[in-house]
């Protein structure tokens, strides 16, 4: 193609400059100025497609999203909410697709105005293949997340602004977007903020406690493992991570069974022998206890087999040049041993602290959360997740649960800030790329 | 003090020992308790024994011959989610480490932040718009449903895992083979798939055990008894009546837990290691 290199005129004249805004104006029309007309047409053949099958629902689905259905009956605000962050994800993916026909057209006018020739189709296209992949890779991914993972969050986090609950509920009654209502209730009104203290501070111990004593107990006895003078050190690591093998579920309930205090084998048959009967199930304090040691018990062999991983790669020769120095047990464990196995583990332990703050499984399996506990809408060992679920699928509190949900949420994303800070990987991310 | 160092050392290592012996105990005591009581006649817990005088194996049979136990149809449902779930998740979550780990695009960076994070959300704060979701495209009350939650939520940790492993294998590879003039799918094919076997084995394995053993999501999506999975059949069976059928949960139980414990000790180095090189080297 003959071009001839034109003298850089300013303003809208300029090839690059009229190529974005005609792309602007109507995506692949910059291309089309550019000459490349496959890729013209093609965007927009995918435009008008994507304008003709999606425009009706991103309308009413934004329309929903503000006003949550006009008529009861008629109008069912839930589903017009979901819809409307279907809507806003939908639309971000059109502009996504927008923005990327206009720094296109751009990207082709400067090659142009550089004098340099179209490419033939087939370039053009491994081009396009060459630069796309990535984003083909994770196509599927994505969309499963956005709509498995993203979504929902989304929808719990606009639940926490609503009205929703068991006697507000569509389609009989319209939902109405209440602001930050359920946050100030949760504060102020006696029956939440007693119970939400009383949860939360729980939710602490249990998380700080139960975490710290499974990551004490396996870091000791990693260390003893590890010990020179100790033999059958395969028999006794097997034997220490048997609680990991078997699944937590099956685990759990043989707890539950052995603390029953009518029939479990923990009051029947050990502790009569000290004349004992202690109410696992029943007194909030001690069904407590009993948590905390379970949840010591299936959680430390994980921390154990990663500690044990990590021990065996502390270099020697430091271990060494200490006792060439004279220096104690004690010193070596606190300056070379810790520093060491928390350096290279320490992502994975702040994982710990947040799967124990979000422990469902123990909580809801050993005990359904309880002893109830007069006036509140929690039992005595309910942590934040166990009572949401309580909240959501038991009393339909939606708006509640959720709001409670988002205040996890940003207690989670401490948990996860300290891991950024903590995680090896973007210290190297200059050096990768 | 005049001992010497020879019998102190002896009576430390002693002590570990004997340290070592009440962990086993403390280990063996619950799970051995749940293999006396399968073996217990009768389904009345208040007159087991943890030695029965006559141990019997009528639970075991009563799971598989009973025409009023749904255990077989448990299994296999179990089965069909784990076997679909493990290959799905490979295929998923391998691609999208492939491009986070080898790839420069827009996102890349805020895609890995938004995996650590999203790793720490429990599926179950989205549990109501999950089963709008699900409600509205009709797989409420089926596998499938089951199926497509557990592939997207396990996304996040599983792809900052082998992207971590992906990470290790070293670059020269990939560019050598780009050079003989391989494709991104062919060095993805017979460069990297081969060698990140150990931790794709770590991650089927997992997505394999994961229905298994989750019981929350079942109980969820599913509500009727031919649908459910192990976990939540199980669970369903002592939840109503926690006393009288503790003995033929334990038999059910037992019969997950061997394998999978069998499994999990057999592999659980190449984990190890899965997880401190991926998760800690980044």
Do not use: C
Not at chain 2, 25 to 50: E, K, Q, R
Not at chain 2, 56 to 65: A, D, N
Not at chain 2, 112 to 132: D, K, R, T
Not at chain 2, 218 to 232: D, K, M, W, Y
Request: charge should be positive; avoid cysteine; aromatic fraction near 16%.
């Amino acid at each position: 193609m003959a071009h001839k290199k034109k003298k850089e005129s300013p303003g809208l004249k300029r090839p690059r400059h009229l190529a974005t805004l005609l792309s602007v104006l109507v995506p692949g029309l910059g291309q089309l100025y550019n000459r490349r007309i496959l890729k013209g047409i093609l965007l927009m053949v995918i435009t008008v497609s994507f304008l003709i099958t999606t425009w009706n629902y991103i309308d009413i689905g934004i329309w929903g999203l503000f006003t949550l259905g006009t008529v009861p009956f008629e109008h069912h605000s839930i589903q017009l909410l979901l819809q409307g962050l279907i809507a806003l994800i939908v639309l971000i993916f059109g502009l996504t697709i927008y923005a990327y026909n206009i720094m296109d057209a751009r990207r082709d006018a400067i090659a142009r105005e550089d004098g340099m020739p179209n490419p033939p189709l087939l370039k053009a296209t491994a081009d396009f293949y060459d630069r796309g992949f990535p984003y083909f890779m994770i196509l599927p991914g994505l969309v499963m997340l956005i709509f498995i993972v993203v979504l929902p969050l989304l929808f719990m986090v606009s639940l926490a602004f609503t009205d929703y609950n068991q006697y507000n509920a569509p389609p009989r009654n319209l939902l109405n977007w209440v602001g930050f209502d359920n946050f100030v209730n949760l504060f102020k009104l006696d029956i939440w903020k007693d119970t939400f203290f009383n949860v939360f501070t729980w939710t602490i111990v249990w998380t700080v406690v139960a975490t710290s004593l499974q990551i004490g107990l396996g870091f000791f006895l990693a260390l003893l493992v590890n010990d020179k003078r100790i033999k059958f050190k395969r028999t006794i690591r097997t034997v220490l991570i048997l609680p990991w093998a078997v699944p937590a579920f099956v685990s759990i309930l043989i707890f539950s069974a052995l603390f029953n205090p009518t029939f479990g084998a923990i009051n029947r048959d050990i502790l009569s022998q000290f004349e004992l009967m202690i109410p696992w199930l029943s007194d909030p304090f001690w069904a407590k206890i009993a948590l905390i040691m379970i949840q010591t018990w299936l959680g430390f062999p994980f921390v154990f087999a990663l500690f044990t991983g990590v021990l065996q790669s502390v270099p020697a020769d430091m271990y060494e040049a200490a006792d060439v120095d004279g220096g104690t047990r004690w010193q070596k464990l606190k300056h070379i041993t810790l520093p060491h196995v928390l350096f290279a583990t320490a992502p994975l332990l702040i994982m710990q602290y947040a799967g124990n703050f979000n422990n469902f499984n123990i909580i809801y399996l050993f005990n359904e959360g309880g002893p109830a506990v007069r006036g509140q809408s929690a039992g005595g060992t309910d942590i934040l997740i166990s009572w949401v679920y309580k909240l959501t699928f038991e009393t339909n509190n939606y708006n509640m649960a959720a709001a409670i949900t988002i205040i996890m949420g940003i207690l989670v994303m401490g948990f996860a800030f300290f891991q950024f800070r903590k995680t090896a990987a973007f210290k190297e991310e200059g050096e990768r790329y | 003090m005049a001992m010497k160092p020879q019998m102190k050392s002896r009576i430390e290592v002693t002590f570990i020992y004997i340290f070592f012996a009440i962990m086993f105990v403390v280990i063996g005591y619950p799970l051995f308790w749940a293999i006396m009581m399968s073996v217990n006649p009768g389904t009345n817990m208040l007159v087991t024994d943890l030695f029965p005088d006559n141990p019997t194996l009528e639970h075991y049979k009563w799971l598989f011959t009973s025409p009023s136990s749904d255990y077989l149809i448990w299994y296999k449902n179990s089965l069909f989610v784990a076997i679909l779930n493990s290959v799905g998740s490979v295929v998923i979550t391998s691609l999208v480490a492939y491009a986070f780990s080898r790839y420069k695009f827009y996102g890349r960076k805020y895609g890995l932040y938004m995996f650590l994070l999203l790793q720490m959300f429990p599926a179950l704060m989205g549990m109501v718009a999950l089963y709008i979701l699900l409600n509205t495209i009709g797989l409420t009350d089926s596998l499938w449903g089951l199926l497509l939650i557990y592939l997207g939520g396990q996304i996040p940790f599983n792809a900052w895992l082998v992207k971590g492993y992906f990470d290790t294998i070293p670059k020269e590879l990939d560019e050598s083979a780009k050079i003989d003039g391989a494709g991104h799918l062919k060095i993805f094919w017979t460069i990297m798939l081969p060698l990140a076997k150990p931790i794709l084995a770590v991650v089927a394995l997992f997505n394999f055990m994961a229905p298994f053993m989750d019981f929350l999501l079942p109980r969820i999506v599913l509500t009727s008894p031919e649908n459910f999975t192990l976990a939540l059949g199980l669970f369903n069976f002592i939840n109503d009546q926690f006393s009288t059928n503790f003995t033929r949960f334990a038999a059910g139980a037992i019969l997950i837990a061997v394998p999978i414990a069998l499994v999990f000790l057999l592999l659980q180095r190449f984990l190890i290691s899965g997880l401190t090189s991926g998760a800690t080297k980044g």
